[in-house]
């Protein structure tokens, strides 16, 4: 076994890493950019090396810092984790030139799976069914529009797809022919940014999919086993969300005759280590399946095959690339599901956001795990991927996990990070989840995304008691006239707290000491008693006779609460009179709709557009939204430039109207 091994990851896989090393003995060396100084997995590392500035070709994606830093360290060997440089032979063998061991399959077998081309040749070489579709690495976009025309297995929808790389980057669903040119643009572009490598195939789109994988093991002994399946069909912008093992589609026949495809797959390039075979069954024939790709790695939801196997993969991986052999195939337990936490906005289409945790509740309890990579203090930024943590549960049966699963996103609370917390609640209460009747398409189709427009009239008192509670606080050292508690001779007077959420209003009267009782109107509504307490770090109220507490946090400005899986982030508002007649400049402003960089700007200033013309590109976290115009009109102001970080809603152009253009 291996002394010291350097992680060349971050974030929750990193951290989930070092706990097995640890439990192992085997020391641990993490490395880092300039953005993740002060991350978790930095300090949780027996030691760690910067590797670079923040921009991942610059530090996650270089192989000589990385490599530079294990031969510095004295490392023995490398776990590139997932993501990054994991699927890259070039690194495995750079690792392997300088003496390191590469935790992973051999380069060639990573070469093979890598390009999803030449993976599909190779395992329907192997006699294992695949999707049908087109693409070859010399292929221009106009000979793939070519290759459509004349194809007798592809009529739209067709599904566009990276032959390198994963995690849904550079998909696009293309439901018309005359999609086709700008769609292909935009997977090459986000290809090749992901990636660095813009080779796309196109397959026909499987109706009402779902999405089944199977989790392999081989060692270097000839030893191929697989472990079970695990359901992924539940998804955004191709991106999973819930996963679960078993699936509730398969029984144990299909079970088996999936997994046996799946090692085939893999004897084929004579893989070693742990690997997934990812399958699609269409909905309406749930009895075939299709290969869809392979993964040479570790998967993001490999935490619910481990406690339905009672097994710890990592650990497996380790023992392969040291060159033990495996043994049988455990027994299968009750039933394990994985809700992914990611840093991003529902509301908003899934957009990802960002800030700093100021704020932190992870579960605990029977069945429950989290893998995660926050702690109080970390900058969540728009340079890597949104995913923040997982919480998983097992349960001896799906009902109790999916319950268990349930309780413990409600008992999690990340403040100064908007995050999707509340959405997999709802998700999990949709009627086709409980039923395990999932299609790749059901989180579009069926879940609405929360209505922010109302904010809970607890949340908005308990925003104004906290106000009230902190000058309170302040008065009993400073000056008590500060004391915001309407302090008159005779009746106390009312005073009002104003605070935007989620771009609506909202306000509350108070009256009284919050700490000893008071009074509070919330809106329109009759005033009702309240009162409250810091209790250590959360806001403890009694409103109208109910105790509600809440995860609490305040940062410039802006009051951030947390019940129940749900979060609000209330910011102080002065009180804005309405100024007749310019009400039609209210949305000329084109603003970020996420943090990140501008990498495209498509107009100049003084250019006229027209409503749902592409602007921009911004990119954050490995995703592309293009910004349109919000009405036809004439680009009056441009402030956007190729390269420009930006924040959430900062402006970045202003539309004139075309009829104020008119009378002027």
């Excluded at 000979?143 to 009529?155: C, M, T």
């Excluded at 989180?443 to 809970?456: F, G, K, L, N, W």
Aim: hydrophobic residues 45%; aromatic residues 6%.
């Amino acid at each position: 076994m291996f002394n010291k091994v350097l992680i060349a990851n971050r974030g929750e896989i990193a951290v989930r890493i070092i706990r097995t090393l640890r439990e192992l003995g085997i020391a641990s060396v993490a490395v880092y950019s300039d953005a993740d100084t002060g991350s978790r997995h930095v300090r949780e590392a027996d030691e760690a090396f910067r590797i670079g500035p923040p921009p991942a070709a610059h530090s996650y994606l270089n192989i000589d810092a990385i490599v530079a830093a294990a031969t510095a360290a004295e490392a023995d060997a490398v776990h590139p984790g997932y993501g990054f440089l994991a699927e890259n032979a070039r690194f495995a063998r750079a690792c392997a030139d300088a003496g390191l061991v590469f935790i992973g399959p051999p380069p060639e077998a990573i070469e093979a799976m890598g390009d999803k081309i030449a993976a599909k040749a190779t395992v329907a070489g192997a006699g294992v069914p695949v999707v049908p579709g087109t693409g070859r690495p010399d292929m221009s976009d106009e000979d793939l529009i070519k290759e459509i025309a004349i194809s007798n297995d592809l009529v739209v929808p067709f599904l566009i797809k990276p032959s390198a790389g994963g995690g849904g980057k550079g998909m696009r669903l293309v439901r018309s022919p005359d999609e086709l040119p700008a769609a292909l643009a935009a997977a090459r572009r986000e290809a090749r940014a992901a990636f660095g490598d813009d080779t796309l195939l196109i397959e026909r789109y499987i109706t009402r999919p779902r999405h089944i994988e199977i989790q392999v093991l081989a060692d270097a002994h000839g030893s191929v086993i697989h472990l079970g399946e695990r359901e992924c069909s539940l998804q955004r912008r191709h991106q999973k969300i819930i996963e679960e093992s078993p699936s509730p589609l398969l029984d144990a026949a299909r079970r088996e005759a999936m997994g046996q495809a799946a090692v085939e797959a893999a004897r084929s390039v004579a893989y070693t280590g742990a690997g997934t075979v990812e399958f699609i069954v269409p909905g309406d024939d749930p009895d075939q399946f299709y290969f869809m790709e392979m993964n040479t790695r570790l998967q993001v939801e490999h935490p619910v095959t481990e406690l339905v196997y009672g097994l710890d993969l990592v650990e497996w991986q380790l023992r392969v690339a040291a060159g033990e052999r495996l043994g049988s195939r455990p027994a299968m337990r009750g039933h394990a599901i994985e809700a992914r936490v990611y840093a991003e906005d529902p509301a908003r289409g899934f957009l990802p956001t960002g800030g700093t945790v100021l704020a932190l509740r992870e579960p605990t309890g029977p069945g429950i795990r989290v893998d995660s990579g926050l702690a109080e203090g970390v900058s969540v930024t728009s340079a890597y991927d949104p995913m923040l943590a997982k919480v998983i549960a097992w349960g001896p049966d799906r009902p109790v996990a999916l319950r268990r699963l349930d309780a413990a996103l409600a008992g999690t609370a990340i403040l100064g990070v908007s995050t999707n917390i509340a959405f997999l609640r709802d998700l999990l209460r949709d009627p086709g989840v409980q039923a395990g009747h999932l299609d790749t398409g059901l989180v579009e189709r069926q879940v609405p995304s929360a209505d922010e427009s109302h904010i809970p009239d607890d949340v908005v008192a308990a925003a104004s008691l906290s106000e009230l509670l902190s000058s309170e606080h302040s008065g009993t050292t400073g000056d008590p006239w500060d004391v915001a508690d309407g302090w008159r001779i005779g009746e106390r007077a009312w005073t009002r707290f104003r605070f935007k959420v989620a771009g609506a209003a909202a306000e509350a009267r108070l009256r009284g000491l919050a700490s000893s009782g008071a009074e509070a109107a919330v809106g329109g509504n009759p005033p009702v008693l309240v009162q409250a307490e810091f209790d250590n770090a959360d806001l403890l109220i009694t409103y109208a006779g109910r105790v509600i507490r809440f995860a609490h946090a305040k940062d410039d400005g802006t009051v951030w609460l947390a019940r129940d899986g749900y979060a609000w982030a209330l910011t102080e508002a002065a009180a804005s009179p309405t100024r007749p007649g310019r009400a039609a400049n209210a949305d000329t402003t084109v603003r970020s709709p996420m943090p990140g960089t501008i990498i495209a700007v498509h107009v100049s200033a003084g250019e006229q557009v027209s409503a749902g013309q592409p602007l921009l590109v911004v990119e954050a976290m490995k995703m592309e939204h293009t910004v349109t115009a919000p009405l036809d009109g004439t680009v009056s102001t441009l402030t956007a430039r190729a390269g420009q970080q930006v924040g959430i809603d900062e402006a970045l152009a202003l539309i004139e109207r075309q009829e104020l253009i008119r009378h002027a």
